[in-house]
């Protein structure tokens, strides 16, 4: 069973470029978190997506946008990067339906803006 | 999600207990504790989670407050493979929502 998977890895984008990073979620999870996690901070939550909308939203502008497919992946649009979005970007699955459930989450994809 | 506070950071010796403690003052009666750790070069991993209890499970065991105002969270046996972040989290127990990180404690394990 493989668990969360995102790509890429590594990723090096200029100032104003735009990146669409993706996640496939555990096998069963329907829901998505996506988080950005800067360079010794602790993760900060995006948003999620559940049953293909989003349903619940972080303090994050928004150049950050998402999609979430009938296979229940995702992905994450960051629009006009900025120096200060440069970050691991971590997805996270579950499944919804379960109270206070495990979120499960993947390595992330490193992003680098330059 | 209700606010805690962690030490920064922690240094244990390998394969003697660690407690790792939590305060969470303003928890509500909804809240469940969730604890978290991120390896270095990972994403975060469930560890553990409870509402009133103590709970065991493989991986460690968590040690709640009667008040529920602060817990503690014990590897019974560290190894150099616990050296991580470990975060603790408040959760509303209906919630599915986006877990809230604080900067978590850093623990440091010495062979």
């Known amino acids: 069973d493989a668990g969360v998977t995102q790509s890429p890895t590594h990723l090096i984008k200029t100032r104003g470029q735009q990146v669409t990073l993706r996640c496939s979620p555990k096998s069963g999870h329907d829901t998505v978190s996506w988080y950005q996690q800067a360079l010794g901070q602790g993760p900060q939550f995006i948003f999620q997506?559940?049953?293909?909308?989003?349903?619940q939203r972080g303090n994050f502008p928004d150049r950050f946008s998402g999609h979430q497919f009938p296979n229940y992946s995702s992905e994450l649009n960051v629009n006009a990067l900025l120096l200060g979005d440069s970050a691991l970007y971590l997805c996270a699955s579950s499944f919804r339906v379960s109270r206070g459930e495990t979120q499960y989450f993947g390595p992330g994809t490193r992003l680098l803006v330059l | 999600d209700a606010k805690t506070t962690q030490p920064n950071s922690m240094e244990s010796n390998e394969e003697e207990p660690v407690h790792l403690p939590c305060n969470h003052s303003t928890i509500s009666g909804t809240d469940y504790i969730h604890w978290y750790r991120q390896l270095p070069s990972q994403g975060p991993e469930y560890v553990i989670h409870?509402?009133?209890s103590n709970v065991n499970n493989r991986m460690a065991s968590l040690a709640i407050a009667e008040d529920r105002k602060s817990s503690t969270l014990i590897l019974h046996r560290a190894t150099l493979r616990d050296a991580a972040v470990y975060y603790c989290?408040?959760?509303?127990?209906?919630?599915?929502?986006?877990?809230?990180f604080g900067k978590g404690t850093h623990l440091i394990i010495q062979p």
């Open positions: 997506y559940y049953e293909e909308e989003e349903r």
């Open positions: 989290i408040l959760r509303d127990g209906g919630g599915a929502d986006g877990l809230t």
């Open positions: 409870g509402l009133t």
